[in-house]
């Protein structure tokens, strides 16, 4: 089984965001750049998946700076064969010129999976998966929290609003996950150092201009600072009433 | 004449809540761009767009047919590109739901258009102008969104629906649904029918403090007495004692309901950055060093197993009388 896993290299889900000071964009000095926790579920099904059919390959894909190679290498020690980075400097908020590059990177490299992880923690747009199956007109099940693969079907859930659907597919196709699809394991030392060793090989690429321009980046209005209402279960009558008379919310 | 065009949601043949809110939307930037709303509603033969007109929509185009009774993504995708296609749009606009989330990336890749997700607000301002939160909301992007057409989900309970009543004229129609890819072939209730936090009102979350995940069943009655959802911490749900879906927080869901608990949760980065744009933050943690307190605008100090079961009686007695 042939798997490609895109990743992309995010700020840490606990790092403080610093807006820069053309107020347009993060400044991403001195945060912590991990790899995008959902891509974590990604290519640990990437690996599950391959060793489960006892033979393939997991190739890891990411378009981003050249610092992104960090990235890749996190999934290669966590077991998966061999990188590509999709080299580019630009930062692009319109996820389908991203989607191309990708998709034109994948199309022929016959993937029997293509997974992603349902969004990434910097942008949200939980977009950029679903996009790349609707440009290779692949099956697309986004957002999974169950998977069964089998003789060249599958079947995954994703959850929604109330209820879970259930959905049928036959390979190659393309999957995003969602958290909860498994436990991603930790890279081992020997993982880690195997992974130097693994190739990985950076194409340049450019970016299509994408319709969207940033206006300005800005921290969201601070909450006003609240109060305590007091102390133990004495002051639970001071709290209804606020809630109804001056939030207004009961 | 460009107008927009609002892809409504629905669920059993009932319109959700949100379609409300994405129609308001979907009139205010009409009203900016100087063109009409029209709604695209999917759904099974019996499906009904009652109402629609009352929200603010001038057209509804219905495609009613079994086969898309449930969400079925790649033929609700080339519907919405199809009909997309013959209109003159500015923009599409869908819920971020579930659903919304899924369909409109498929739509803007068959339209090979931009895509802006899940904002809070879309204005007309010297063009289409939408207000993103990035960094599960530590930030906010302002942005002018230049492709045309364009997609843009909107977030669930972001847009306060305002009833403005227009034609509605509704005619239906049959856009090519194209092939299934994947298909959904079940859709299973859950074991007890929750209210998803990310579109409930009101949501009581719970964390650490609860100590044990039985303990949740003070929140589920508290969460039932308001009509809301129960969420958790990450904590909580990393431990097993919730499922993923109750998640709020950076790498669960962001939400914005009226009225938000937060009990027994300490308040870190990530959790903030999902409860940010809740209108009124209710915290019960028995550490008043605890961060949740920086951003609650209510706060008890004290052991909530004696705070929440007195908060759910005089809920119940407000309620009930």
């Given at each position: 089984?042939?798997?490609?896993?895109?990743?992309?290299?995010?700020?840490?889900?606990?790092?403080?965001?610093?807006?820069?000071?053309?107020?347009?964009?993060?400044?991403?000095?001195?945060?912590?750049?991990?790899?995008?926790?959902?891509?974590?579920?990604?290519?640990?099904?990437?690996?599950?998946?391959?060793?489960?059919?006892?033979?393939?390959?997991?190739?890891?894909?990411?378009?981003g700076t050249d610092a992104a190679q960090e990235t890749i290498r996190t999934a290669l020690a966590m077991g998966c064969d061999k990188g590509v980075l999709l080299k580019t400097d630009a930062k692009e908020l319109d996820p389908l010129p991203v989607a191309r590059v990708l998709a034109a990177e994948l199309k022929d490299g016959a993937y029997d999976l293509i997974l992603f992880?349902?969004?990434?923690?910097?942008?949200?747009?939980?977009?950029?998966?679903?996009?790349?199956?609707?440009?290779?007109?692949?099956?697309?099940?986004?957002?999974?929290?169950?998977?069964?693969?089998?003789?060249?079907?599958?079947?995954?859930?994703?959850?929604?609003?109330?209820?879970?659907?259930?959905?049928?597919?036959?390979?190659?196709?393309?999957?995003?996950?969602?958290?909860?699809?498994?436990?991603?394991?930790?890279?081992?030392?020997?993982?880690?150092?195997?992974?130097?060793?693994?190739?990985?090989?950076?194409?340049?690429?450019?970016?299509?201009?994408?319709?969207?321009?940033?206006?300005?980046?800005?921290?969201?209005?601070?909450?006003?600072?609240?109060?305590?209402?007091?102390?133990?279960?004495?002051?639970?009558?001071?709290?209804?009433?606020?809630?109804?008379?001056?939030?207004?919310?009961? | 004449?460009?107008?927009?065009?609002?892809?409504?949601?629905?669920?059993?043949?009932?319109?959700?809540?949100?379609?409300?809110?994405?129609?308001?939307?979907?009139?205010?930037?009409?009203?900016?761009?100087?063109?009409?709303?029209?709604?695209?509603?999917?759904?099974?033969?019996?499906?009904?767009?009652?109402?629609?007109?009352?929200?603010?929509?001038?057209?509804?185009?219905?495609?009613?047919?079994?086969?898309?009774?449930?969400?079925?993504?790649?033929?609700?995708?080339?519907?919405?590109?199809?009909?997309?296609?013959?209109?003159?749009?500015?923009?599409?606009?869908?819920?971020?739901?579930?659903?919304?989330?899924?369909?409109?990336?498929?739509?803007?890749?068959?339209?090979?258009?931009?895509?802006?997700?899940?904002?809070?607000?879309?204005?007309?301002?010297?063009?289409?102008?939408?207000?993103?939160?990035?960094?599960?909301?530590?930030?906010?992007?302002?942005?002018?969104?230049?492709?045309?057409?364009?997609?843009?989900?909107?977030?669930?309970?972001?847009?306060?629906?305002?009833?403005?009543?227009?034609?509605?004229?509704?005619?239906?129609?049959?856009?090519?649904?194209?092939?299934?890819?994947?298909?959904?072939?079940?859709?299973?209730?859950?074991?007890?029918?929750?209210?998803?936090?990310?579109?409930?009102?009101?949501?009581?979350?719970?964390?650490?403090?609860?100590?044990?995940?039985?303990?949740?069943?003070?929140?589920?009655?508290?969460?039932?007495?308001?009509?809301?959802?129960?969420?958790?911490?990450?904590?909580?749900?990393?431990?097993?004692?919730?499922?993923?879906?109750?998640?709020?927080?950076?790498?669960?869901?962001?939400?914005?309901?009226?009225?938000?608990?937060?009990?027994?949760?300490?308040?870190?980065?990530?959790?903030?950055?999902?409860?940010?744009?809740?209108?009124?933050?209710?915290?019960?943690?028995?550490?008043?060093?605890?961060?949740?307190?920086?951003?609650?605008?209510?706060?008890?100090?004290?052991?909530?197993?004696?705070?929440?079961?007195?908060?759910?009686?005089?809920?119940?007695?407000?309620?009930?009388?």
């Amino acid at each position: 089984m042939k798997i490609a896993v895109c990743v992309k290299r995010v700020p840490d889900s606990e790092a403080r965001i610093k807006i820069g000071g053309d107020g347009k964009a993060i400044d991403d000095a001195g945060i912590k750049l991990v790899l995008n926790p959902y891509d974590e579920y990604a290519v640990e099904e990437a690996l599950k998946l391959k060793e489960a059919a006892g033979s393939g390959e997991a190739v890891v894909v990411s378009v981003g700076t050249d610092a992104a190679q960090e990235t890749i290498r996190t999934a290669l020690a966590m077991g998966c064969d061999k990188g590509v980075l999709l080299k580019t400097d630009a930062k692009e908020l319109d996820p389908l010129p991203v989607a191309r590059v990708l998709a034109a990177e994948l199309k022929d490299g016959a993937y029997d999976l293509i997974l992603f992880g349902k969004l990434a923690i910097d942008d949200y747009s939980h977009a950029v998966g679903v996009m790349v199956a609707e440009l290779l007109e692949l099956p697309c099940v986004s957002a999974i929290a169950e998977l069964e693969i089998a003789d060249g079907k599958g079947k995954a859930e994703r959850e929604i609003e109330g209820g879970v659907e259930v959905v049928e597919f036959s390979l190659p196709a393309v999957l995003t996950a969602e958290k909860g699809l498994n436990e991603p394991r930790y890279p081992a030392l020997r993982g880690i150092m195997m992974a130097k060793k693994k190739p990985l090989e950076v194409k340049d690429i450019s970016l299509d201009a994408g319709g969207i321009e940033v206006e300005g980046l800005a921290y969201p209005p601070e909450r006003q600072a609240g109060k305590i209402v007091g102390e133990g279960v004495d002051a639970v009558p001071a709290l209804i009433e606020a809630l109804r008379n001056e939030a207004k919310v009961l | 004449m460009a107008g927009v065009m609002a892809v409504l949601e629905q669920r059993g043949g009932t319109l959700k809540r949100v379609s409300h809110e994405v129609l308001t939307a979907a009139r205010g930037l009409a009203d900016g761009v100087g063109g009409e709303v029209h709604v695209l509603l999917i759904g099974g033969a019996g499906v009904s767009a009652e109402g629609v007109g009352e929200y603010g929509a001038d057209k509804v185009f219905v495609v009613a047919d079994d086969k898309v009774a449930d969400y079925q993504a790649d033929l609700y995708a080339s519907a919405a590109a199809e009909q997309a296609k013959a209109g003159d749009y500015a923009a599409v606009l869908v819920s971020a739901t579930a659903m919304g989330k899924d369909l409109a990336p498929r739509i803007a890749a068959r339209l090979g258009s931009t895509l802006a997700s899940d904002v809070t607000q879309v204005k007309h301002d010297g063009g289409i102008v939408v207000v993103r939160p990035v960094y599960a909301g530590k930030a906010n992007y302002t942005l002018k969104v230049t492709g045309s057409p364009c997609v843009i989900s909107v977030r669930p309970n972001a847009v306060t629906p305002v009833a403005v009543a227009r034609a509605g004229h509704v005619e239906s129609v049959s856009p090519a649904l194209g092939e299934v890819r994947a298909g959904t072939v079940e859709i299973k209730a859950p074991e007890r029918a929750a209210l998803d936090v990310a579109e409930a009102t009101v949501v009581v979350s719970g964390g650490r403090g609860l100590k044990e995940p039985e303990h949740f069943a003070m929140l589920e009655e508290l969460a039932e007495a308001l009509g809301g959802a129960v969420g958790a911490s990450r904590a909580v749900v990393d431990a097993g004692w919730r499922p993923h879906a109750e998640q709020v927080g950076q790498t669960g869901k962001v939400v914005s309901p009226n009225l938000y608990f937060a009990i027994g949760i300490s308040g870190a980065i990530q959790h903030l950055a999902g409860i940010r744009t809740a209108k009124t933050i209710v915290a019960v943690n028995k550490d008043p060093d605890a961060p949740i307190f920086k951003v609650a605008d209510y706060g008890i100090v004290g052991d909530l197993f004696e705070v929440v079961p007195k908060i759910t009686e005089e809920v119940k007695k407000i309620r009930e009388g």
